[in-house]
């Protein structure tokens, strides 16, 4: 019995697909009469309903050719014993599915299912399940996005550097370049073995009138990868004097041209007049570039105050062990720091800072300003890291 086109062309894919789930082919011609009974016995055994061969015979010649001038319109009770043939449903009988209120629930779920059609045919062709090509296309999908994720994992950078050989050769052959370098001091950096000894050298990135920008001895590497995740372990430096510090500098360029972040244990006495104690700190700033003179302080995070040798005692403990990590995705670069006794301690969070700028360069640094007073500190670093990573 048939509402419409839509009931009929449901009617045509049904007893295609119980062909196909009996002889393992499609419905490209009518059924014998040997093959009407077995398919009508077949139904009887899973379903447990009963599908006469002549009605079956005479189904399969309808569908193949409506146009004949004899019509056959199946009521819904067959509709929904082929359906449940097709759709595994547990045996039941005439009895049992009257007692349910014949709701021929699998007609309709099949029914259902004919609304994304499950069978596209085309003259003389092989019909084809959609549902089979919605699979392909799942499979294609998954099968690009692990390749994309297999080659872009592939090229995420993994930098782990612990500084027991501070040769110019290996530094170069390992991605490094000395940027403004002052030899005298250079020569003096492997003087504590397994570290990389900076100097706290005259020089800022920090714009100054009659100052040129330069940062001496400043160690820098390409960063390959828009997001990435890096960290820097310093030892035994604890900023005595202003603007003495030491940390990571992230860079669009090497000239102080463009966009910049530097993070830094530092030290700070000078409040504008006013009486405080010193201060030993966690520094961030950001700068847009040459063509902009005011930096952006986003961090300034006071670690210890210094009045007396006590305090700078204290500092001196819980300042053995320092370390920055920085982690950018996409904007948003979150800022991490450890300080304490031992290695490896825990890292908190400082902030999480957005920022529009893709750092082409990471440098590690040590600095004291442009002031002569302050005295020249070594910063030993024992360990720095840079991970690529995917971009969320």
């Not at 595994?88 to 021929?104: H, L, M, Q, Y």
Request: net charge neutral.
């Amino acid at each position: 019995m048939y509402r419409d086109d839509f009931d009929r062309r449901a009617f045509a894919e049904l007893m295609d697909a119980v062909v196909r789930k009996c002889f393992d082919h499609p419905l490209n011609s009518p059924l014998s009469e040997p093959e009407s009974k077995h398919l009508s016995t077949e139904i009887e055994e899973r379903t447990g309903l009963v599908i006469g061969w002549r009605s079956i015979k005479n189904y399969t010649a309808f569908v193949l050719n409506p146009s004949t001038g004899k019509q056959e319109n199946p009521s819904i009770a067959t509709l929904d014993t082929l359906a449940r043939y097709v759709l595994d449903a547990p045996t039941t009988n005439e009895v049992e599915r009257k007692k349910a209120g014949e709701s021929f629930s699998y007609w309709f779920r099949y029914r259902e299912q004919i609304g994304t059609p499950t069978l596209i045919k085309t003259a003389n062709t092989k019909p084809k399940r959609s549902g089979d090509g919605w699979l392909v296309v799942v499979l294609v999908l998954i099968v690009l996005v692990l390749g994309y994720l297999f080659f872009h994992q592939a090229n995420l950078e993994q930098i782990q550097e612990d500084f027991h050989n501070t040769s110019d050769a290996y530094l170069s052959q390992n991605g490094w370049t000395v940027q403004h370098k002052n030899e005298s001091y250079w020569k003096r950096r492997n003087e504590s073995s397994g570290r990389l000894t900076l100097f706290t050298l005259k020089g800022d990135n920090w714009p100054k009138s009659g100052e040129t920008p330069r940062v001496q001895n400043l160690l820098i590497r390409e960063i390959r990868n828009d997001c990435f995740r890096t960290e820097i372990h310093m030892t035994d430096f604890v900023p005595g004097g202003n603007w003495q510090q030491a940390g990571l500098l992230l860079m669009e360029d090497t000239l102080f041209t463009g966009k910049s972040i530097r993070l830094s244990l530092s030290y700070n006495d000078f409040f504008g007049g006013l009486k405080r104690p010193a201060e030993i700190l966690i520094q961030a700033i950001s700068s847009y570039g040459k063509a902009d003179a005011n930096l952006e302080e986003f961090i300034h995070q006071p670690l210890f105050h210094i009045s007396n040798a006590e305090d700078r005692r204290i500092a001196d403990t819980n300042l053995k062990n320092v370390a920055f990590r920085i982690e950018k995705q996409g904007r948003k670069f979150r800022i991490l720091y450890s300080a304490s006794p031992v290695d490896n301690f825990s890292f908190k969070e400082l902030t999480t800072y957005e920022f529009g700028m893709a750092p082409n360069y990471i440098g590690l640094f040590a600095l004291k300003g442009y002031v002569d007073s302050t005295a020249i500190a070594p910063v030993k670093i024992r360990y720095f890291r840079l991970d690529g990573q995917l971009c969320n």
